[in-house]
Every structure is written in structure tokens, then in C-alpha cells.
DNA sequence: TGAATCGTTCAGAAAAAAATGAATGATTTG
DNA sequence: CAAATCATTCATTTTTTTCTGAACGATTCA
């Protein structure tokens, strides 16, 4: 129903809100991002509307600044869908439902560059290697089985995130439900 | 008895060293991990020889406090041989360089706990929220989708750590070379 | 048994990360 | 065009994490 209290009233978060934002606040720290993140896209999960900035700064008791920032992370990882709402100038936020999407974008942002970054710099410390020979300090089988175990370890983490990427292009076993119940048009005049 | 140095002279870290303990600090903050563990692992990653605890304090210049709990670390994932060494009371280590091992006892202990977390928390909202039924505050068929996809979301993520534990189960791609320059034999136990 | 050596633990210090909120720039409305 | 609305940025404050180092218990050695 249509929010009857008007401003400067907190308005109270149901347990369903109170458990998806724990939820998601966990799984936020789990990867190592700011609990606000969580935070959002969990009362954005529990909403079925879409909220505005000011709406999820409000229900969260949170600074605009920390909303902001946190809306860039999602949106960053596609987890969250932007819809415009009519006669209304504010941006509106949706949390998006599939798993895959989200996945795979923060896999592109978040996991990959390091992993590029780890084979750049394995790359160089070789060459130097290379060309400094035994004036490293170690002796030359040790630090060449050495390489050879750093090239492994490469390849194989490569490998895992290779299989991870391949595990969420394709939609996972349930069968695409395309969430129909979420489907609601909000755009009202 | 066979102490050779016992002067407070910290020994300069090599460029070989100082390379190591770099990129495995990235690797250990890369995972959530305290950099210290990323700097002991890189330090016995490039030692020929055991180390003690002392020593790698000493190389790494870092308190034994921060050194204890690092090896502590180190310890639970195995990414750490201990071995000992005849006529010297104390500990000494030397680095795991199976990443198969490794990536196992880590899904193991800081991964798995968490998703298993996961699903009795999914489990135990499902319940209360069947409970509750409307006076949950949501529509029900907006909460009985949302609780959908939220399953969906554990499964899909269980199985990407399931995939990650098959992939490293068994030896990576590359043949197993049983890495014989590391194999040097000191007093085992 | 007593002195010495080891490794761990934990309260406090230091460092790092995140949140805040006012200033900023951009866009829209009257 | 000016006023108003909106989202972002950034210097500062707050919170969290990590490191330190002395105290402690355990073990070994003489």
C-alpha cells in the first residue's frame, strides 16, 4: 500500500526485509565488498517495488553517500536493474534475480583482473629472473622447480576460474522460470 | 648447538625473495586473508631450506605474535610441510607447493562453512516466513518467487563450489612432475 | 628440580577500510 | 535564467582489522 507516514520516520524494516539484509550481508563480506552493498541489495531483494536513493538511505539508515557508493558496486556487477519511473526524475533500483548475470559480471570485474595481473607479474619476475641467473641467490634447479610450481599454481587457478565462467554462462539446472510474479510494471502515470 | 647467526642483523631480503613475498601478499589479499600470511608463505616459497618461526620473523622483520598466527593460517589450508629437523628443538617449515592440497583444505575451511551457513539460514527464513505466511508484510506470491530465486542462488553457487572442489581433486592438466629438486630429504618424521 | 627455550595468546597500538555529510556538478523545472 | 532536485565525490570521522610485544604454559635439557 501507499506509504501513509511522511518524512523523518524510520519505517521500520519487517523481519523479511531484517532477514534478506542479514542474508545478503553476509554474502557481501564473504566476497570481501562493504556490508552496505549487502544491505542494499537485500532490501532491494525484499522490495517489490523499485526504490529510489533516497528511499534505500532512508530504510537502511544509511548516509546518501554510502548508498551511492554501494548502487556503483551493483551496478558494476550488473546485480541490480535500473528502471525510470514516470514523473519521477530519481533513478529507481530493482534487484536483479539472476544468478548467472550477476556471477559472471563479477567474475569480469572482480576476479579476472587479478588474475591477469598474477600472470603479468609471474611473467616478469621470470624474465629478471632469467636474466639475473644464478646471481639471484639460489641456486638454479631450485628456482627453475620453483617457476615451475608458480606456473602450475597459475594454471590451475586459471583453470577454476575458466570452469566458474562456464558454470554460469549457461543457466543453471532449475529450468529459466522467467520470475514472473516479479514482473510488475511500476511505471505509472 | 648449531646456531650460526645470532646477531640481530635482519639478512636483506634478495630480489628472489622480495618477488615472492610481493606476489603472494597479493594472492593472500586477493582471498581475504591477512597480507603477514601472504608474506610467510612467499618467504618459505622461496627457501630452499626449512625455516623456523624465528627466522622468518627475523627475515621478514614482522612480530612472532603476527608470525604464530600466520603459520596458524598456514597450517589449516596444508599450504605448510612441517618438518623437523635433527637436534634443534624447534619447528620448522617449508612451504607446500601441491596447489591441489591447498585449494582443497581451503574450499574446506573457508569456503564450505560458509555456504553450508548459507542454506540453514535460507532454510531457517523459509520456515518462519511459511509460518508468518501474509503477515510477513510481502505479498505471498512475491515472496514465494523471491524465495525461489533465492534457492536458486544457493544451489547455483553451491554448485560452482562443488565444480571447484572436483576441479582440484585430481592433478592439474600439466603431469604430474614430482617436483624433485624440492624433495631434498631432512630429518622427517 | 630449576633454568632455558619455544610457541601461543591476548590486551593495547597501529593500520586499513568503510561510513558520514557537506560541497560539487549536472540536470530539470518554473 | 534562477531555483530546485539529484547523484556523486572527497576530506574527515568512525569502525574494523591486523600487528605488536610482553606474559604465560609447556617442554626440554643439564
Chains 1, 2 share one sequence.
Do not use: C
Not at 71 to 78: E, K, P, S, V
Amino acid at each position: 500500500m501507499a506509504e501513509g507516514s511522511q518524512d523523518s520516520v524510520a519505517p521500520a524494516l519487517s523481519p523479511w526485509e531484517q532477514a534478506l539484509i542479514d542474508f545478503f550481508m553476509q554474502v557481501s563480506q564473504f566476497l570481501g565488498l562493504p556490508k552496505s552493498v549487502g544491505q542494499i541489495f537485500g532490501l532491494l531483494f525484499a522490495s517489490e517495488q523499485p526504490l529510489s536513493l533516497d528511499d534505500i538511505a532512508e530504510r537502511l539508515q544509511i548516509s546518501r553517500g554510502s548508498t551511492s557508493t554501494g548502487l556503483n558496486y551493483l551496478r558494476r556487477f550488473d546485480a541490480v536493474r535500473q528502471t525510470f519511473v514516470l514523473g519521477d526524475r530519481r533513478e529507481f533500483y530493482q534487484a536483479e534475480t539472476d544468478t548467472s548475470r550477476i556471477a559472471q559480471s563479477f567474475l569480469a570485474d572482480q576476479v579476472d583482473p587479478d588474475i591477469e595481473s598474477w600472470g603479468e607479474r609471474l611473467r616478469f619476475g621470470r624474465q629478471m629472473l632469467e636474466l639475473a641467473g644464478p646471481l639471484a641467490g639460489a641456486k638454479p634447479e631450485f628456482t627453475a622447480a620453483r617457476l615451475a610450481v608458480l606456473d602450475q599454481w597459475h594454471g590451475d587457478i586459471a583453470g577454476a576460474v575458466k570452469l566458474m565462467h562456464e558454470h554460469f554462462r549457461r543457466p543453471p539446472s532449475g529450468g529459466g522460470q522467467p520470475d514472473s510474479s516479479t514482473g510488475e510494471k511500476h511505471a505509472r502515470g
